[in-house]
């Protein structure tokens, strides 16, 4: 875990100024009081009532590689698959680079975004139709993306695991390859639940993604099914993590009461002045080309350690 208290202060209330991974340069915040808030009132909740709500593309994966190499979506590790109909990449591409800056546009408003959203997934779909397709060679691919993870994400997810704390990964993006490359990272505990679009077979044969469609602005409750884990957990679960790279991830945990407690840490990369002041109003916290999970895991381990004392003080008691 990190070290990242400099110093516990009295009447144990923590302050941001005290705690180094946010007040760094990159790292910011509309309302430093608010984020404050939060904190205290997850460190003092404790790991039982927590839970975390993470996208995958370029919030698990990184925003980039300090080579310069390219980190390919979940989407694009199955559109590498070489069984795949010979137009199968040249169209997939097309599509991407009509909608793809339609998704990062900083000045296009949502609303008018998830009509295109819509049509990108739906014609997607229709591609992704028709042939017979093996699992495996989504599994090759992804075994080569393994290392594309943020730093630090197997210890959070190693954290995660040790606390108990139940964890969606809710994707926008194709579940196969996401499911492939947690599992190949070693990071798919039994904790860890992802909520994303599945392949569709019929007939042995290929038939788009399975229901409901989830795009980038759609991820929210009206996409989680009811009767999933997730509905049942928010009710214990009320002190929660949410972590994404795009607007439309910090409405994740928007099924929530009113009660809950929500942290919501924001992954800012692409057009950064532009997108500034909508991160800032839409995210608690806004990280900028940052490619470490150091942030999320401060935050874990505040939560631990007054958990621990919390124990100690009981076993004392108890004495
Ligand atoms: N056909 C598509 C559709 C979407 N994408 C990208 O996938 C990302 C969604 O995944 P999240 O885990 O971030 O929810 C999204 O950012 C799209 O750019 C794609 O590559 N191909
Ligand atoms: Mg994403």
Redesign the pocket.
Known sequence: MGCDEKREPAGGRLRVQDIPALIQDHCRMRNPAKVERIINELVFGGPERMQIVS?????ITKQRMEDGGAVP????IFNSCQSLPKNFKAE?DK??HK??PI?IDPHMPIAVKVKYMIE??TK?GELASGFPFDQSEIDQIASKYKHALRDGTHEFFADLQRLNIPTLV????LGNS?VSVLRQANVLHPNVKVV?NFLQFRDGVLDGFQQPMIH?FN?NETVLNESSEYYDLVHTRDHIIVM???IG?ADMASGVPASSHIMKIGFLFHHVEANMEKYMDTFDIVLVDDQTMDVPRTLLALIEKQHKLNMEAAKQSSL
Do not use: I, N, P
């Open positions: 996208d995958f593309d370029y919030t979506s979940s989407f694009e997939t599509l991407y909608y793809r998704e990108w997934w997607s809710f994707s926008a993006g996401v994303s980038t991820k994404g790279d795009s991830d």
